[in-house]
């Protein structure tokens, strides 16, 4: 594989790794006060959640516990809005409290099946926690109990979210350079 340049194809840095860092220890320092006294598990959607679920896990003091679900995702930069789960749990999560961790919504239509599918293992509890959110592109209704920060409509990469499986590891969130992919 030749690598390619990938701080060439970014047009500009939102969040630095120094701003991420501070935001998620704020998220976690209010999922450790509303889940005093409980144990948590929390469901990342891979692929590009693993890494902010890593550092939210890490900022978070209560014991938490770690399972993962793989759902049809974006072929490109657009949602095909067909849903399909191609990697289940691996626990059950009947009566426990349960936290889905994503990278970013954009139509909601992802999660919107997500939770729904969850709830009706029933859990003792279900919240979700999101690094970005793109309020713009919403097609259906979502509730976000925690959101890093509402971003607008561009296609960003970096501290987990991809462009066809490129920028994953940026440690900072940026705009991809749209010649990249028009
Ligand atoms: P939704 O079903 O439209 O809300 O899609 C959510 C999923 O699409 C996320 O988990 C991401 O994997 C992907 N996605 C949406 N917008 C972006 C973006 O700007 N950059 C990278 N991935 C994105
Ligand atoms: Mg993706």
Not at 26 to 47: F, H, N, Q, S
Not at 149 to 166: A, K, M, Q, S, T
Request: charge should be negative.
């Amino acid at each position: 594989m030749t690598a390619y340049n990938m701080i060439d194809d970014v047009e500009r840095v939102l969040f630095s790794e120094e701003q991420l860092k501070k935001r998620i220890s704020e998220m976690g320092a209010e999922i450790t006060k509303d889940y005093a006294g409980k144990e948590i598990l929390m469901i990342g959607v891979l692929r590009g959640a693993v890494l902010f679920m890593g550092d939210l896990a890490r900022a978070v003091k209560v014991p938490v516990a770690l399972d993962f679900m793989a759902v049809s995702s974006y072929v490109g930069t657009n949602s095909s809005g067909v849903v399909r789960i191609l990697k289940d749990l691996d626990e059950d999560i009947k009566d426990k409290h349960v936290l889905v961790v994503e990278d970013i919504i954009d139509s909601g239509l992802t999660l919107k099946y997500l939770l729904e599918n969850l709830k009706s293992r029933n859990p003792a509890s279900i919240k979700l926690c999101t690094l970005l959110n793109k309020p713009e592109r919403r097609k259906v209704d979502v509730h976000i109990d925690y959101n890093g920060y509402d971003v607008p409509d561009y296609f960003v990469i970096g501290y987990g979210l991809d462009y066809n499986e490129r920028y994953r590891n940026l440690p900072f969130i940026g705009v991809l350079k749209p010649t990249v992919y028009e």
